[in-house]
């Protein structure tokens, strides 16, 4: 099965919102709430931010949200900070079969 | 303070086959779900495979199917991959992870990562 559809790149100036989508099918983001979301910095591991679609590991600013609409979820950053330019990938339990998909990943720049 | 750290990694032939460990400290793996998830040089987040706490399922990605084994041991707190005939589709690192399962009640997140071990296939 194809990864989950994520833009490329999206960009914002300090300060402002932005926002990452992620597209998937009903078998995947559509049909069901395990919905989250990995930060990642170059040379670094992932970091979960966001799971059950909206809800923040402790620790995670609440800048960073996530929803969902269908068969796509989206994180936004509010306040864009320079430490938020980093690597974001989308992920979803997609059923039995094909278990877990990962977005292509979405490269967050700060300007 | 809770870690994973994998090892094993390096260079391996075309058809060659490498054992990647991973190994816990500061929690117990043996409540946990793990997963495998790998990444191509300059490539996205790609989940490998799943096991269940007590290693009685595991589930693969397609592209692994047949070729890649994941096991644990939670006497020993550690996690296994092991992985035969590889290609040089498989170069990536590979990272460790709680979670990334379909635990008994609800879906467990990877929310412990290791820091990976890289793999090059050539």
């Known amino acids: 099965q194809s990864a989950l559809t994520q833009p490329p790149s999206v960009s914002g100036s300090p300060g402002q919102s932005v926002t990452v989508s992620c597209t998937g099918t009903?078998?995947?983001?559509?049909?069901?709430?395990?919905v989250s979301w990995f930060q990642q910095h170059p040379g670094k591991a992932p970091k979960l931010i966001i799971f059950d679609v909206n809800r923040r590991p402790s620790g995670v600013p609440d800048r960073l949200s996530g929803a969902k609409s269908g068969n796509t979820a989206s994180l936004t950053i509010s306040g864009l900070q320079f430490e938020d330019e980093a690597t974001y990938y989308c992920?979803?339990?997609?059923?039995?079969?094909?278990?877990?998909?990962f977005g292509g990943g979405t490269k967050v720049t700060v300007l | 303070e809770v870690l994973l750290v994998e090892s094993g990694g390096g260079l391996v032939q075309p058809g060659g086959s490498v054992r990647l460990s991973c190994v816990a400290s500061?929690?117990?793996?043996?409540?946990?779900?793990m997963s495998w998830v790998r990444q191509a040089p300059g490539k996205g987040l790609e989940w490998v495979s799943a096991i269940s706490y007590n290693g009685g399922s595991t589930y693969y990605a397609e592209a692994v199917k047949g070729r890649l084994i994941t096991s644990r041991d939670n006497s020993k707190n550690t996690l296994y991959l092991q992985m035969d005939s590889l290609g040089v589709e498989d170069t990536a690192i590979y990272y460790c992870a709680t979670g990334g399962w379909m635990g008994i009640f609800s879906y467990e997140y990877m929310d412990v990562w290791g820091q990976g071990t890289p793999v090059t296939v050539s």
């Open positions: 500061g929690l117990t793996i043996s409540s946990h779900g």
């Open positions: 992920c979803s339990y997609a059923g039995a079969y094909t278990y877990v998909l």
């Open positions: 009903g078998s995947d983001v559509g049909g069901y709430k395990y």
